[in-house]
């Protein structure tokens, strides 16, 4: 059965961090490029962050850049989100999502076929 599973999310004061962790099952995640997406309450879906199935790619949304960090670890089937110095506008549903192509762009919800039930992110100020 093929599995994306979110978890790491909560709720931190601004300026706090999270670490989401993204699980996969079911396919081989190591030939599979994964990003992160949120959605807030009347919202579209945004990207966040994108790493290539090796690793060594990686792209983030302007508005985390410098404060967010993705990262994968192909022996656990595992990407991991990791959020600093977060902030109110932060809050927000977290998905991940798995592709096995390069998703182009890297950011854009419909690249991605495989996705998580996502995990509620919420900062208060």
């Known amino acids: 059965q093929v599995q994306l599973v979110e978890s790491g999310g909560g709720l931190v004061h601004a300026g706090g961090s999270l670490r989401l962790s993204c699980a996969a099952s079911?396919?081989?995640?190591?030939?599979?490029?994964v990003a992160w997406f949120r959605q807030a309450p009347g919202q579209e879906r945004e990207g966040v962050s994108y790493i290539s199935s090796s690793g060594r790619t990686t792209t983030y949304a302007d508005s985390v850049k410098g404060r967010f960090t993705t990262s994968r670890d192909n022996a656990k089937n595992t990407v991991w989100l990791q959020m600093n110095g977060l902030k109110p506008e932060d809050t927000a549903v977290y998905y991940c999502a798995a592709d096995s192509g390069i998703p182009l762009p890297h950011l854009s919800a419909q690249q991605y076929n495989k996705w998580g039930q996502g995990t509620q992110v919420t900062v208060s100020s």
């Open positions: 079911g396919f081989s995640f190591n030939y599979y490029a």
